[in-house]
């Protein structure tokens, strides 16, 4: 199962289309926040994944989403997996000064990946001994500390349950 991971696009679109294009098929898209839209476009429309099949698609709601109705967070499984998906600017996550807060809040929901934004830094993290992956997919449109190239992530779920995650950069 591979899961594309996206976030912070502050409205542009385009660089979504891209990472969409690049990374098909996949199985689900995850979006952690920051739109500064309603996402229809990938939620309902013409987007498929392998044999037109619709992908499946989670959001979640950024600080900078004052226009949208999605969740503040969301839990999904996934080939037996949980995930806990966040923008993390949240005051009991507060991502930016350290992961810790996603770690706990995986814990208490019983998950074992966690994906999540806000920081525009794209990090692979593993936390209690390799149990929890931790995955920042960066921002698409406004990173930092990716010498100012737009970041995403997939995660990559093998038959044999084993996780796997990495960032890619988006080409201008």
Partial sequence: MKILVVSDSHGKNSYIDQAVARESPFDIMAFCGDSERRLDEY???SYY????????????RGNCDFFVDYPEEVCF???????????GH????????SEEGLVKAALERDADIVLYGHTHIAKISRYEDGRILVVNPG????????AGV???ATVEIGADGKVE?????IMG
């Fill in 150 to 152: 737009g970041t995403y």
């Fill in 165 to 169: 995650a990495e960032i890619h950069k």
């Fill in 43 to 45: 939620e309902f429309n």
């Fill in 90 to 97: 949240q005051g009991h996550i507060r991502a930016k000064r």
């Fill in 49 to 60: 994944a392998g044999e037109g099949e619709r992908y499946g698609f989670y959001a979640v």
């Fill in 139 to 146: 921002s698409l449109t406004y990173p930092r500390g990716n």
């Fill in 77 to 87: 499984a996934a080939e037996g997996h949980k995930i806990f998906m966040i923008h």
